[in-house]
């Protein structure tokens, strides 16, 4: 994997003079997803023309509307185009009056305003269809197809990108169409992997005839080819696609190009290939002043480093991501931050610290239907706390990850929380709410029922805890019952170190009711099933057999 070098800026196109002539090349550039050229084109628009009129003026205020969203907000953005319409209108200029409706339709279908929104892009889709020219036609058609994306629509948002393919006349056209037939099938699943892998391959091939190789629309292109490859298995022809967006000069394609090969290694579990490609995507990110996309990049190299064993690598690059996300508000990923952070700092002895974060990050997650997460945090946090020997505390916050197991469908991490929590609260000695959870362990066991391996092994272990912490209170006729079924449990999952663990433990508990010949049998299976290897534990075994005589 290549090692990044600092982002250079792209070559800049040069810009016409005229104000007609830069508003044309802007329009064409935000076509291309070129906005740094579009930017440029309508800042030097405003030099040359600071007082534009009639339809010169409805152009800047559309453009200036599409600022206003993020900006200002929809009000302010509605009120500017509203404006451009009457210009357009007046000017006679029925495709521009059209496309602006569109907008101020997309609009109220992102603010509530679905039906509405709806009804007047297509309403303006079918007059562009009798009045627009081609071109006009087909940026209409994927105006409304991206209506119709947003509102779930789906196959009739590509069967309208279909249709517009087949009409275009140029080249470009073309790709464009192409590529966000691309782009949209790729969020379908893979029944549709086929269709993107055609399509953005097509339209690669025909931006690379039409358009410079900095061009944003096709670095995206290329990145939409490369993450299909990855998701079918296909990694060297993904790799050659991600490379030759990492070499572009453009640093959000770059960045996006390096994080997703991060994403990549990390799905072919390579987590040191992945290290080195998150590192790249931050080092391009904040060389190009986004530390906001740089954190998004820290959050994956801390996963990709914690995977990688190198907890204080993972622990430095959280560090860096939470007070970003803090402030960009992400709450999402600022808890996964946390969440990793509380994880590397377990792996470096600093558990007090990681139990405060864990802390801070389940109240996030108690307060949605992310309950598998909380189950994760509740449970990390209980590990924790059992390491420092806080074991009331610990007994808790199992018993809480049960139940977030519990509520998530997880069978497997709501028996084994369930089970120690019960010997968190033996170890605090709480015999009430141990045996408690002892029995809702039991009943939980009843109550799965499935014969999953995982569900196997915590039913086994279950067995023998309850046998331990049951000599513990004396009740050892039920103690060595529980050790013999652990035993049987553990010989069908054919774990043999286990298994003698549970009969030397019913041997150790009918000696201690004066059952002898049967704890000489318990002590004598142990032996025989105590794999090669075990030499100090074997000679315990044969010792406590001696002394039964």
């Given at each position: 994997m290549d090692e990044p070098d600092e982002p250079a800026?792209?070559?800049m196109p040069?810009?016409?003079?005229?104000?007609e002539e830069l508003a044309d090349f802007a329009d064409q550039q935000a076509r291309l997803l070129n906005f740094p050229a579009a930017e440029a084109a309508w800042r030097r628009f405003d030099e040359l023309c600071p007082d534009p009129e009639s339809e010169l003026l409805g152009r800047r205020l559309n453009e200036a509307g599409a600022d206003a969203v993020a900006e200002s907000g929809p009000e302010e953005a509605e009120r500017i185009w509203r404006r451009a319409l009457e210009l357009f209108a007046e000017a006679g200029d029925a495709v521009r009056e059209q496309v602006v409706r569109q907008r101020i339709g997309t609009l109220w279908c992102l603010t509530d305003r679905v039906d509405d929104g709806l009804a007047d892009v297509t309403a303006a889709h079918e007059r562009i269809e009798e009045i627009g020219d081609v071109p006009a036609r087909c940026g209409s058609a994927r105006r409304l197809a991206h209506v119709l994306w947003l509102i779930g629509r789906h196959d009739e948002a590509l069967d309208l990108l279909r249709a517009a393919e087949t009409i275009a006349e140029d080249d470009l056209t073309r790709a464009l169409l192409t590529t966000e037939i691309a782009g949209y099938a790729a969020q379908l699943g893979d029944e549709r992997r086929d269709?993107?892998?055609?399509?953005?391959?097509?339209?690669?091939?025909?931006?690379?005839?039409?358009?410079?190789?900095?061009?944003?629309?096709?670095?995206?292109?290329?990145l939409t080819g490369a993450r299909v490859r990855a998701a079918a298995g296909e990694f060297a022809e993904a790799e050659r696609l991600f490379a030759e967006v990492t070499r572009s000069s453009v640093w959000t394609r770059r960045s996006n190009a390096w994080h997703l090969r991060g994403l990549v290694a990390l799905d072919m579990d390579e987590p040191d290939a992945a290290v080195r490609a998150f590192t790249a995507a931050v080092s391009v990110r904040l060389a190009?002043?986004?530390p906001g996309a740089a954190a998004l990049s820290n959050l994956e190299l801390a996963s990709a480093a914690l995977a990688a064993g190198r907890p204080d690598?993972?622990?430095?690059?959280?560090?860096d991501a939470i007070p970003e996300l803090e402030r960009i508000e992400d709450p999402y990923r600022l808890n996964r931050a946390k969440f990793v952070l509380a994880q590397a700092l377990s792996d470096l002895n600093q558990s007090a610290q990681a139990v405060d974060l864990l802390a801070e990050a389940v109240e996030y997650y108690a307060g949605t239907d992310q309950h598998q997460e909380a189950g994760q945090c509740y449970g990390i946090a209980a590990d924790l706390l059992d390491r420092l020997d806080r074991d009331a505390e610990a007994g808790e916050r199992y018993e809480w990850a049960g139940e977030s197991y519990a509520l998530a469908g997880n069978a497997v991490g709501e028996l084994h929380n369930r089970r120690r929590a019960a010997l968190s609260w033996h170890w605090a000695g709480d015999r009430e709410r141990c045996g408690r959870t002892l029995l809702r362990a039991e009943r939980c066991t009843l109550e799965l029922g499935a014969e999953e391996p995982r569900l196997l092994w915590e039913r086994a272990v279950l067995r023998y805890d309850s046998a331990r912490i049951l000599s513990s209170w004396e009740q050892r006729d039920e103690a060595a019952d529980r050790a013999a079924t652990a035993a049987e449990a553990f010989a069908a999952l054919d774990v043999r170190s286990e298994q003698a663990a549970a009969l030397t433990l019913r041997g150790r508990v009918l000696e201690e009711v004066d059952r002898k010949a049967e704890a000489a049998d318990a002590f004598r299976a142990a032996l025989r099933v105590l794999p090669d290897g075990n030499d100090e534990q074997r000679a315990h075994i044969q010792e406590m057999l001696d002394d039964i005589g």
């Open positions: 800026e792209p070559e040069a810009l016409p003079a005229s104000p269709e993107v892998r055609q399509r953005a391959d097509r339209a690669a091939e025909l931006f690379r005839a039409t358009v410079p190789p900095t061009t944003e629309v096709y670095l995206e292109t290329l190009a002043g986004e690598q993972a622990a430095d690059a959280a560090e």
